[in-house]
């Protein structure tokens, strides 16, 4: 199978946690800051969180098109992403929150599920860390 790029994400971060993230293009240009800290930044568990859900909804649109689905304009995802930590070492667990209104729940299902198995973000995390897809 040949594998072709579509797309590369870069940036440079310096300071972790307590510092700056600004992207090639300058698109993005964030501060970071540790959670629960009083900081002004972001932090990448919401960074994260914001990317699966973007990318989340975008293949919960190719799974309703193959199944001929008309999706609702007020479809949302709201994405929660926990820091953990035990012992040894911190890990992180997330959950989607899927709010597909006026889907029946079979076809709401089939659209989550399908797009769990496409969105390369759900893909990234399988095996890798604890998630739960929800409908709401």
Same mark, same amino acid.
């Given at each position: 199978? *040949?594998?072709?790029?579509?797309? =590369?994400?870069? =940036?440079? =971060?310096?300071?972790?946690?307590?510092?700056?993230?600004?992207?090639?293009? $300058?698109? /993005?240009?964030?501060? !970071? %800051?540790?959670? $629960?800290?009083?900081?002004? $930044?972001?932090?990448?568990?919401? @960074?994260?969180?914001?990317?699966?859900?973007?990318?989340?909804?975008?293949?919960?649109?190719? #799974?309703?098109? +193959?199944?001929?689905? +008309? !999706?609702?304009?007020?479809?949302?995802?709201? *994405?929660? #992403? &926990? /820091?953990? +930590?035990?012992?040894?070492?911190?890990? !992180?667990?997330?959950?989607?929150?899927? %709010?597909?209104?006026? @889907? &029946?729940?079979? =076809?709401?299902?089939?659209?989550?599920?399908?797009?769990?198995?496409?969105?390369?973000? %759900? +893909?990234? %995390?399988?095996?890798?860390?604890? #998630?739960?897809?929800? @409908? #709401?």
């Amino acid at each position: 199978m *040949t594998k072709q790029v579509l797309y =590369t994400g870069k =940036t440079h =971060t310096t300071g972790g946690r307590e510092g700056a993230a600004r992207s090639n293009d $300058g698109r /993005l240009d964030i501060q !970071l %800051s540790s959670p $629960g800290s009083s900081g002004q $930044g972001t932090n990448p568990e919401q @960074l994260f969180a914001a990317g699966w859900s973007a990318c989340f909804i975008g293949a919960m649109g190719l #799974v309703a098109g +193959k199944l001929g689905v +008309k !999706l609702p304009a007020d479809l949302a995802v709201d *994405t929660e #992403v &926990d /820091l953990n +930590k035990d012992d040894s070492s911190y890990f !992180l667990a997330a959950r989607l929150n899927v %709010s597909l209104p006026g @889907l &029946d729940s079979t =076809t709401a299902r089939a659209v989550v599920d399908g797009a769990h198995q496409a969105c390369p973000y %759900s +893909k990234l %995390s399988r095996g890798n860390i604890d #998630v739960e897809i929800n @409908l #709401v």
